[in-house]
């Protein structure tokens, strides 16, 4: 059974993996990939909020985002666009203009 204490458990699993798979992406991408989409199957499966994970994962297919490697960055009217170049799902954040 799904409770409260269990989604916060398999969340700190998803965060793990997903900060083991940043680590790993220089030395070994296929074992950071595969980390990434452990990490995806966890968050979907148990349907936790990604929140800030998805920065780091694509909802879409699980691959790992790396800025400059698997995902382009772009400002965009006032948002920053992340598009994963895998499947190529954009998500847009609004940042504030004024700083
Ligand atoms: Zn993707």
């Excluded at 993996?17 to 940043?22: T, Y």
């Excluded at 994963?84 to 954009?90: A, D, I, S, V, Y």
Aim: charged letters at 25%; aromatic letters at 8%.
């Amino acid at each position: 059974m799904i409770t409260e204490k269990n989604k916060k458990i398999f969340a700190e699993d998803a965060d793990t993996l997903i900060s083991e798979a940043m680590a790993l992406f220089k030395g070994n991408r296929d074992l950071a990939e595969r980390y990434s989409l452990i990490a995806h199957n966890i968050l979907t499966s148990h349907s936790i909020k990604f929140g800030r994970r998805k920065l780091f994962v694509c909802k879409r297919c699980g691959h790992l985002l790396v800025p400059g490697y698997t995902a382009n960055i772009r400002l965009i009217n006032g948002k920053i666009k992340y598009k994963c170049l895998n499947c190529g799902k954009t998500i847009s954040i609004v940042y504030d203009k004024r700083i």
